[in-house]
């Protein structure tokens, strides 16, 4: 236990550490994504599949535990145009960059999370796992372009006892500070 709490106390100056005197070690990403999706509705009927799109406005903050890996805690608030479900996602992300801080560089990206139970939102899980590449455009804001596959199932067992799910393909268009 005095092992955990000792690693618990170092883990955050060890993250710090990594920095040099003119890197920060600290992110902050936002983006718009895009996305095709193929909807299915699970419940005691046949399966229905529907075709539809959906739009998403997501921020992520975090900081590089390593020069080349970055993970981040995100919000964003995600719209699906088919069948007008909306939800707020609350999701965790990681980053491997191929240069270090992700300057002008490639990345492979994983997210999941869960979806916030709040009035007029369905409550669910998404996951996410893309390519991506950040664009410099000075020193301090960076532009960001990735493609992903994502899947999203919307909770609906009180209602209609069914799940929605949701498998998408997209684009994400942003900025990174």
Do not use: H, R
Request: glycine share 8%; with cysteine; proline share 2%.
């Amino acid at each position: 236990m005095k092992t955990v709490y000792l690693l618990f106390l170092i883990f955050p100056s060890l993250c710090l550490s990594q920095g040099e005197a003119n890197q920060s070690v600290f992110t902050n990403t936002t983006t718009l994504e895009i996305f095709a999706n193929k909807e299915s509705n699970y419940s005691n009927q046949a399966i229905v599949v529907n075709e539809g799109f959906g739009i998403e406005l997501s921020t992520f903050n975090g900081v590089f535990v390593f020069k080349t890996l970055s993970i981040s805690l995100g919000v964003g608030i995600a719209f699906n145009v088919k069948d007008d479900y909306k939800s707020i996602p609350i999701v965790g992300d990681v980053k491997w960059y191929l240069k270090e801080y992700g300057f002008n560089s490639p990345y492979i990206l994983l997210n999941a999370g869960k979806s916030l139970n709040i009035s007029g939102f369905s409550k669910g899980y998404s996951s996410k796992l893309g390519i991506g590449y950040t664009f410099e455009s000075d020193y301090s804001v960076q532009y960001v372009v990735e493609a992903f596959a994502k899947s999203k199932t919307f909770l609906m067992i009180e209602e209609t006892n069914s799940n929605y799910l949701i498998s998408s393909i997209g684009l994400s268009l942003g900025f990174k500070l």
